[in-house]
């Protein structure tokens, strides 16, 4: 299963962006998005930015996948013992 992530622009040179979530940063293609602004939330798949996300939806889809990963964690920690 392949995922594409909300991350913030946090610069931009020419059609490259420095992007940042949770203190991971790297850099992504802006060819499939170039209105996109530093500040701005893309949505990031295989180092390119698709789409141009607002702020409220990408901290709604960015805390889901918070969720998921508390659940999968705590998932993982039920069966450490089981077996």
Do not use: K, N, W
């Amino acid at each position: 299963m392949c995922l594409a992530l909300p991350m913030r622009i946090v610069a931009i040179d020419g059609a490259i962006a420095s992007i940042a979530i949770d203190g991971l940063e790297q850099r992504a293609s802006l060819v499939l998005v170039p209105h996109a602004r530093p500040g701005d939330y893309v949505l990031v798949h295989a180092g390119f930015a698709i789409t141009v996300l607002e702020e409220a939806e990408a901290e709604e889809t960015i805390a889901l996948f918070t969720e998921l990963a508390i659940c999968s964690d705590e998932s993982l920690g039920a069966d450490d013992g089981d077996a």
